[in-house]
């Protein structure tokens, strides 16, 4: 039972547990506020006792007290209800994000390629945000409010079963209605959820993009875009509301009905002495609370057929294939050695097939070709950023595939030519390096990194913001903080992604002295941008179209006179060529 309701609502175990204790509670909660009622009732016993008999009324300190003791349970009730409840929402809301964000990192980054991240971060705060509304505000009394109807739909019966038949007739149809009005509000909730994905991406996207949206004189046309989403999201919300409304509407007309009905048949039956003022007292207040009770409920039907898009959503995640992998071998090696591997983004489709080589330890293995070769796609494999799809990737005869990520990621050091920062200081994004390094041995990695040339020009030193992603900042420098990254990392394998083609010279030059410092002793897999980089790579594959043209040193390969030479003839001519003649 708790895995069906852990699975349905989105909840974690525990979170599972605290709902049924929530919903008992609220229950509870709910029949101890009918007690109000039963003092009504009898205190209108006593006086038409008396009015028939002559018996005479109970104490009025017999009423105070019963008021009293009403008033204590009903506090008690409402108390423990609203507590539990409300510190197991809050509990399991923290515990939700908590898991979701340890999916999220769990995941391959063939995942992130399918997903946006403000679809990812909409899941993560506004779904689960919108749970933490329906469990606090409507699951729990759902179960107490079905419990509390059958509760008196048994009294009412046991009271006068005819007039209770009576009393119930109307709830049928205000449940057609409910189930009928349900399918149209679903699909228009899907496309309301929809619009909502597409206008947060494309918000961010205009947010991120809002120097190039200037400079190419954009302005209007975003602006045209933007309020055309924004018009048909509110077309599609009314849509929705209005479905409710109605819906809503004629639910409450119908049960409201079943007052009139109580009345009549109820009056016809005391007039025929077949039930008795008291009972028809009985049935008018409790129909005109179990009617309420039923509007409610389905309302709070409609907050969870709200969020069931949220809950499927939040599910779907949960559901994602995590990459596999549970050894930690001791290496004898870091041969790094590639065989058979295929891979394609679509099933269909391989980007590479067929790829072989061996990058040996303590050596540089240069990948080069053109724009398109699949030089990436090796990258992110050798890196598990993606899992292969055929073929092996092996370090120290160990398949990368069966080593835990966690594990294998200690072992590889990944100089991106796209550097990712935080807004935080220097210091604290080289530290991202290793977590647990002390301030020495990230300033010793700095310094080898080439890091103090810039970083000691600030009053704040390694202490300084840097902005979001490394704003304020230039090219050369973010890449001296991914190299002081890799050196306080200290992995016996480095990717390293050429970082160099796009630095003026000086930034250059740091930059090539810090790479030269790194990869010492290490094995080395490098892409290579620019050929003139990779001199003196012990060995060089050459990629095109997805498979190996050829491999070898930079001199057997000039002498086989194919691809690589073509290439390294082009960029010397090129080189030599001014951009403005």
Partial sequence: MLNRISHQFALSKQGAKNYLQASCLSFINTIVEMLPISFFLLFVSDMLSFISTGKPFKSIYFYLAFGLLIFILIALSNYFSYTSLYVATYTESAASRIRLAEKLRTLPLSFYSRKDVSELSNIVLNDVADLEGAFSHALPQINGIIAFLCVAGIGLTLTHWPLAIVSFIVVPLSFLVYKLSFYYEQKAHKDYFSLLTEQSEEFQETIEKVKEIRFLNQKQTTKKALYALLEKQEKTHIKTEMATAISQGLISGILQSGMGLVILFGGYWWLQDELSLFQLFVFLLATSRIYSVIIELYEKLSMVRYVRIRIDRINQLYQESVQEGETTPVFPHYDVQVQHLAFGYHPEKPVIEGINFKAKEGQVTALVGPSGSGKTTVFKLLSRLYDYTEGSITIGNENIQAIDTE????????????????????????RIGRNNATDEEVLQAAKLAQCDEFALKSPAGYETLIGENGSRLSGGERQRISIARAFLKNAPIVLLDETSSALDSENELAVQTALSALIKQKTVIVIAHRLRTIETASHIIVLKDGKIAEQGTK???????????????YEVKTFDTPIVK
Wanted: a negative charge; zero cysteines; charged letters at 25%.
């Fill in 407 to 430: 594990y294998l990621f200690t072992k590889i050091a990944i100089v991106f030519q796209d550097v990712t920062l935080f807004n935080t200081t220097i210091k604290e994004n080289i």
């Fill in 555 to 569: 001199e057997e390969l000039l002498a086989n006179n194919q691809l690589f030479k073509r290439m390294y003839e």
